[in-house]
């Protein structure tokens, strides 16, 4: 199956090609893929070579010329690697990029703990103003590419994994979409997780509510969600556990609620394993996630025979 990945390099060269205000910065990684283009626009694609900083430094450069400067590398070589410089270059200067990740938390575990980086939306969560996209299949990756390369000025961050959906949704880069409709609870899924929520609550009498776009956070929609659902809201994220819970709370602050954030844990696993292997650890498979919603939401109605048809006990 094409990745989101694979649709990176072909759309942005498209947009390099229409609209004279992009440009991309890379640091070795991803440079095949804009080999063309580069010929094409050699003086609006720039490889600084295995510089992280300067990947970050010259694309805050490129911005304050009135270019539209897309980032690209590894997760944890785009925010954690040059952090300093998202602060400063990019947030203390008021610029703006659009930064496109790979390898997201545990994509390539073959690589080791350099190559994974689950907790880049919460550090990114320290700096203001950042737009922060997460599809969960290549179709919504390349609809998220152009709404953040169109976005202006702004700070933006498009979180590409290898994990993905059986289906792309319609999507509009700002609002929730609803999946499914029940009474006792609500489910947020994010990005690439919304399959094994939907496999996780078979039969559960919940709402599910699929997000692609997490900051800024849709508040408006989860409330309206809540009104008819309760306010027990559980929230699946393919990152950090608890990145957003305090946006959910946040949301809810008028009305009494209960959160419970599941996600990627803070141990580290040291044996590299298949990212099926992580996921699972992680309690981010459809058995893991049925246990815990189910044992958080105290059943949410479910039957007997519905929870047969899940294979998992509750």
């Known amino acids: 199956m094409e990745t989101m990945r694979d649709r990176f390099a072909p759309v942005v060269s498209r947009l390099l090609d229409e609209d004279p205000r992009v440009a991309v910065v890379l640091a070795e990684i991803g440079k095949d893929g804009f080999r063309e283009a580069m010929a094409r626009h050699p003086d609006r694609v720039v490889n600084v070579g295995i510089r992280e900083q300067l990947l970050v430094g010259a694309a805050a450069g490129l911005a304050l010329t009135g270019l539209r400067p897309v980032v690209h590398t590894f997760a944890s070589f785009l925010v954690e690697r040059p952090f300093e410089q998202l602060k400063l270059d990019l947030g203390h200067q008021d610029t703006g990029a659009v930064l496109v990740s790979a390898a997201a938390s545990f994509d390539w575990p073959a690589g080791g703990y350099t190559h994974m980086a689950p907790g880049d939306v919460a550090l990114l969560d320290t700096l203001d103003g950042w737009t ?85 956070f849709d508040a408006a929609g989860l409330r309206r969600a809540t009104e008819a659902a309760g306010a027990d809201v559980v929230l699946v994220e393919p990152y950090l556990a608890g990145t957003s819970t305090t946006a959910v709370s946040e949301a809810l602050s008028d009305v009494p609620h209960r959160v419970l954030g599941l996600g990627v844990a803070r141990r580290e696993l040291r044996r590299y394993g298949t990212v099926e292997e992580h996921t699972a650890a992680h309690g981010l498979d459809p058995a893991g996630l049925r246990k815990r919603i189910g044992r958080f939401m105290g059943g949410a109605g479910q039957t007997e025979q519905r929870v047969g048809r899940v294979g998992v006990g509750v």
């Open 132 to 216: 922060v996209h997460v599809p969960g299949h290549p179709d919504e990756a390349e609809t998220l590419l152009h709404h953040a390369v169109a976005a202006g000025d702004d700070k933006v961050y498009v979180r590409l994994s290898v994990q993905s959906n059986r289906e792309g949704r319609v999507i509009d880069g700002r609002h929730f979409v609803t999946v499914r409709e029940g009474r006792r609870g609500v489910v947020v899924a994010v990005g690439p997780v919304l399959d094994a929520v939907l496999a996780a609550t078979e039969g559960l009498d919940v709402t599910v509510l699929y997000a692609t776009t997490v900051r800024p």
